[in-house]
């Protein structure tokens, strides 16, 4: 049987929150639970995970609905996030590609 993963509060309280905001988006424009739905390729179901702040919908489909109501998950615009994402992929070129344990036990004691 798989164990189910638990998650921080921290995380938590940001699904619910992006969940709420992604509902708010939805009834404000107007659209049906079944209209987004049928617009992002998903169930009802899937989408109503999504509004109560649920753990199992993928990532990417969460942030699809997002965009699709209008919920802004990053304080820029598209062509902000692209030149983002472009120096990001410079920095990752001259970061190792693996990072390996150092073997020390770390002293977390304050």
Do not use: W
Not at 52 to 80: K, M, N, W, Y
């Amino acid at each position: 049987m798989k164990r189910k993963r638990s998650y921080s509060r921290v995380t938590q309280h940001a699904l619910s929150l992006l969940g709420k905001l992604i509902r708010v988006g939805r009834t404000e424009r107007g659209m049906t639970a079944q209209e987004l739905a049928d617009r992002a390729g998903i169930s009802r179901t899937t989408l109503y995970s999504i509004e109560r702040g649920s753990t199992g919908p993928e990532v990417g489909v969460v942030f699809e609905v997002a965009a699709i109501v209008g919920v802004r998950l990053f304080q820029c615009d598209e062509r902000t996030l692209a030149m983002h994402n472009a120096h990001l992929d410079e920095k990752l070129t001259l970061l190792p590609q693996s990072v390996r344990s150092s073997g020390k036990e770390v002293d977390d004691d304050f």
